[in-house]
Nanobody
Framework: QVLPVESGGGLVQAGGSLRLSCAAS????????MGWFRQAPGKEREFVAA????????YYENSVKGRFTISRDNAKNTVYLQMNSLKPEDTGVYYC????????????????WGQGTQVTVSS
């Protein structure tokens, strides 16, 4: 199984926007829920958002609700994370992964992690 590839990160000022993409491979992509996590320096990896296999259900960490939107295009094997009204505390490496079990917000319930994309929000 080829690992997913994240892209779209960068440096942005507070209040700005970024759109992250996670390109996965394999014919089973549309069978799995997918999630986005982030990790700031010196901190543990934390849940950001997740989406069901069909895209009909989405889940968000409280601090990003109303600012971030997760979506997917199964025809393109891609998951997106639209991030608006970015804050300095959103800074970190953002990873996507395939959900294999357990609660939505637990990293241990995910596998096939990408290498991540850096998001830096300046104040």
């Amino acid at each position: 199984q080829v690992l997913p590839v994240e892209s779209g990160g960068g440096l942005v000022q507070a209040g700005g926007s970024l759109r992250l993409s996670c390109a996965a491979s394999g014919r089973t992509f549309s069978s799995y829920a997918m999630g986005w996590f982030r990790q700031a320096p010196g901190k543990e990896r934390e849940f950001v958002a997740a989406i069901s296999w069909s895209g009909s259900r989405t889940y968000y960490e409280n601090s990003v609700k109303g600012r971030f939107t997760i979506s997917r295009d199964n025809a393109k094997n891609t998951v997106y994370l639209q991030m608006n009204s970015l804050k300095p505390e959103d800074t970190g490496v953002y990873y996507c992964a395939r959900k294999v079990g357990g609660p939505m917000g637990i990293p241990e319930g995910y596998t096939y992690w990408g290498q991540g994309t850096q998001v830096t929000v300046s104040s």
